[in-house]
Each structure stands twice: as C-alpha cells, then as structure tokens.
C-alpha cells in the first residue's frame, strides 16, 4: 500500500513537476487479480483499484490491516464507495452479491467484514475504483446504477464546459457518515470540468478520470488560486486534492470523472469559489 502524507501549500508552489505527480497523482490503479492502495493522510481517504481476471480478489488482498489501519478487518471503522468502470462483475458484501455493469456504483457500510470482486468475463474484467474514509456509524449497503444517480446539469457549450454531475453517494441519494461520490460526465465538445473553480477549506477531494480517448490526456489543474500548478493525466489515472487546492481540468477530448470527497461535512454546494480572472 502506497502511503501519502500531507503536503504544505507553502512547500508545494516550489515543487518540480516530477515532485508534484509523486505526491498527488495515482497511477497503476488496475493490475490483474491484485489490490493496488493508496492510502492519502488528508482526511485519511483510502483509494483503492480492484481488477479481478481468473480468480476472486478480496478488498484487503495484500493489505496489513491491523498494521496500517489498527482494526481487525478493513471495514470495521470505514465506509467505502466502488465504481465499476470496466466490463461486468460482481462484488459480494458479507454473503450478498451485487451485480455491477458499467458505471454502477456500490455504497458500503461500515461494520462490513468481508467484501470480495469478481469478473463475470476475464476477456473483458471488471475494473472497480474505490473509496473508503473513516466511519462513526454503520447505514445500508446499496447499488446504484446511473438511472439512480441525481442528475444536476451545469455548463454550456459556448464555454466547453456543458456536463452532467451525477450524484450516487449523496445526501439527496442515500446516507453515509462523510463519504460522496459521484460521476460528471462531459458533452461532446465540452473539455473545462469544475469552472468556476473552487475550494473547500472543510473537505479534501479525489479526481479519477476515465473514459478519456486514446491518445489524449487531461491537464488537471490544482495549488492555490494564485499559485496555480497542473498535472497531465491519462486515462484511469488519479489526483488527490487538498482541501486548500483548487481542482478542476481541461482535456484534449470529452471525458468522464468520478469524484470522492470527505471530511467535516456532506454539503456538496460547501464551497469557496474563485473568480476565474483572478486565477494565476
């Protein structure tokens, strides 16, 4: 499991750019039959990437549980999130299985013990993206397809810009104790997500982007609004954003997102937002 730990504001405008990817961005998330972690010391937020090929692969497979997280199982004082973004699998949660095609989403709740993955067809695996932060209470575990999602349009063509953020793991959705999750989708045409950009001094935030064409990439954009640094990101590749950091991206083509945040609250319009003509 890959440790990151926090990073100053002041220390990181001085950063070069192979310094700033080796702190914030995540990449190799998916090998065949393996668990890959990064564990972020910014409001504790797990990250995990699951892609079972020829056999069924637990979420702790690899993982020193009680040595990195102090429990006797992963779950017992977490919450966690999973999104599949590969062909058809499923996740079995304490003896239940759940189907999960493209773009599903799984909530779990705290208190979980056992919670394995697997691909309904090798020749096209699963891929399951997954969060998971510190949890107080236990709720329900539950599957949400993109039908189930709250859909909230922003945007507009003649800024690049038109999109639809699909809430799954949200207040107006279901109940957790600090994870949200959700899935923005870009137009075609459209490249500029999160514009205006913003903060969120109470939460920190991760970005995996997905769905990007082949041979292109997304210049995530993060620092303080006048500090401001990017990160070239491919296809299932992902940052970590601070609570201090701006967040938002431009691609070469249209592209997908699915975005995890935690920390002091679940507001999702919690938010300090910035001028784009005062950004530097």
């Known amino acids: 499991m890959d440790i990151r730990y926090s990073a100053s504001p002041s220390d990181v405008k001085r950063y070069t750019t192979e310094e700033l990817r080796a702190e914030f961005l995540i990449q190799g998330l998916y090998a065949a039959d393996q668990v890959n ?15 079972p090929v020829n056999e069924e692969v637990a979420i702790d497979k690899g993982i020193d549980v009680w040595k990195n997280f102090g429990t006797d199982f992963l779950l017992q004082r977490r919450e966690a999130g999973f999104f599949n973004i590969g062909g058809p699998g499923f996740c079995n949660v304490d003896g239940v299985e759940y189907a999960m095609g493209n ?51 922003l945007g507009a063509v003649e800024t690049s810009n038109k999109r639809v953020i699909n809430q799954f793991i949200h207040p107006d959705v279901l109940k957790t104790c600090q994870l949200s999750m959700g899935l923005t989708i870009l137009d075609a045409g459209s490249v500029w997500n999160t514009m205006p950009a913003h903060t969120h001094e109470r939460r920190m935030e991760v970005y995996t982007y997905i769905d990007i064409p082949e041979g292109n990439v997304v210049f995530h954009m993060m620092g303080q609004s006048d500090q401001t640094r990017h990160i070239v990101t491919h296809n299932e590749e992902a940052v970590i954003s601070p609570s201090w950091s701006i967040h938002a991206g431009c691609g070469t083509a249209n592209y997908a997102f699915i975005w995890a945040m935690g920390g002091e609250n679940l507001a999702f319009d919690d938010m300090d937002t910035i001028n784009t003509a005062d950004l530097r």
Request: net charge positive; aromatic share 10%; hydrophobic share 40%.
């Open 103 to 153: 773009k599903d989403c799984l909530y779990i709740t705290q208190c979980t013990r056992n919670v394995s993955f697997i691909s309904a067809d090798k020749s096209r695996p699963a891929k399951f993206y997954g969060a998971s932060l510190p949890a107080h209470t236990a709720y329900e575990t539950r599957l949400l397809t993109l039908q189930d999602a709250a859909k909230k349009p």
């Open 37 to 51: 972690a990064v564990y972020s010391h910014v409001d504790r937020m797990l990250v995990l990437g699951i892609m």
